[in-house]
């Protein structure tokens, strides 16, 4: 007698949304944004040291490996003669292979991090999307950080291209150097608020992402505008406009040329700028504090890490001030820097959190 058992199921596929892996993502954009905190101190130490112009051109591929071999060297050190930086930086004195391979190192660095942070947001962004993994409203916001990954790539050759080869220019352009740096730390801050936005996603499969509050915004804006200020001052090189501290050159406002105009004189007098820069800073200790106490109770650790990240950054501001800008203490205060960038994505991600509860 022929068996009248039902026959099995089939198993039944998991909804895609159980497929979703927020923690796994969220813990990827965190080590992202740890490369491009790397890669702003990198893009300081270039921007230091002289040496954004002493790689001449843009490969993108052949580009990864530096020259292998004297002629090599030698080859690129005569494109790089060739340049007004050069003439500039090279001095009576001159400049030795050995010198230009130093400064040759950086912007190498420099570049080749860009690619490792394409990379490492590509390569797993592909992944993630093959398996499903991304949570629903969210591969549109990776993809605008990924396209903000490549707008830094196209700015930084922009950037570099406004000095190399000019006849007179010895310096990239602070317009260029300042949309450059800016566009990487507003990379960094959306790096971070996704990624806690995917982390309480993997503890609340209900929670929607966070909305800034007026008042983060208004935070934010104090704090750009301190940002913008200090690429102004590094493309210029306006740190070396005075090395005293709280007076400039003994004076508590410096003389100021205002012939060419006030909109001239606000983006290209390195007196002006340094100064806007030192006294600025207190407008965004203010507001960072104010951002600090309206998340103290919810998030202890960005109220901490917010009051600790400014606190360094005004005192390394200061040592380099006074140290003539040394190299390794200017590096730390743009370090510090991208930290405070960070840590304040991390307070106004709480501070949204904080309000919407309340309403």
């Known amino acids: 007698m022929a068996s009248t ?27 992202v944004a740890g490369l491009v905190v790397l890669i702003v101190l990198v893009g300081g130490i270039t921007r230091l040291t002289e040496s954004g112009l002493s790689i001449t051109e843009w490969k993108v591929v052949s580009g990864i490996l530096p020259p292998l071999n004297e002629a090599a060297w030698q080859a690129e050190f005569a494109k790089y003669q ?60 990776l993809a605008a950080l990924f396209a903000l990954i490549c707008g830094q790539g196209a700015l930084g050759w922009f950037m570099v291209s406004s000095g190399v080869g000019a006849s007179e220019l010895t310096d990239v352009s602070h317009f260029r150097l300042a949309a450059h740096l800016l566009t990487a730390l507003f990379l960094l801050g959306g790096l971070i608020w996704t990624a806690r936005d995917l982390r309480r996603l993997a503890a609340d499969a209900a929670a929607r992402p ?32 005075a090395y005293d501290w709280p007076l400039m050159n003994g004076r508590l406002v410096p003389e100021i040329d205002w012939s060419r105009g006030v909109l001239w004189t606000l983006a290209n007098d390195p007196f002006l ?6 006294w600025w800073a207190w407008v965004a200790v203010a507001a960072l504090v104010w951002l600090a106490r309206r998340v103290r109770r919810h998030d202890r ?12 950054m005004v005192l390394l501001g ?4 006074m140290s003539g800008v040394s190299l390794w203490i200017a590096a730390a205060h743009q370090l510090v820097g991208a930290l405070t960038v960070a840590a304040t994505a991390r307070a106004l991600h709480a501070d949204a959190l904080v309000r919407a509860q309340r309403q």
């Open 210 to 241: 966070a909305v800034p509050t007026p008042a983060g915004l208004l935070i934010a804006a104090v704090l750009v505008v301190q940002l913008l200020l200090g690429a102004f001052v590094a493309g210029l090189n306006a740190g070396h406009a």
């Open 301 to 312: 650790f960005s109220s901490i890490a917010v009051h600790s990240a400014f606190g360094t």
């Open 5 to 31: 058992a039902a026959p099995a199921p089939h198993p039944i596929a998991a909804p895609p949304s159980t497929r979703a892996r927020p923690l796994a993502l969220a813990r990827w954009l965190e080590l």
């Open 82 to 141: 060739a340049t007004a930086e050069f003439r500039y930086e090279a001095g009576p004195a001159g400049m030795d292979l050995a010198a230009f391979k130093f400064i040759f190192f950086w912007e190498w660095f420099h570049r080749i991090l860009g690619r490792v942070i394409g990379l490492a947001f590509l390569v797993p962004l592909v992944v993630f999307a093959l398996r499903r993994a991304i949570p629903a409203g969210y591969g549109w916001r």
């Open 273 to 278: 700028l340094q100064f806007l820069h030192r």
């Open 318 to 321: 200061i040592a380099t001030v």
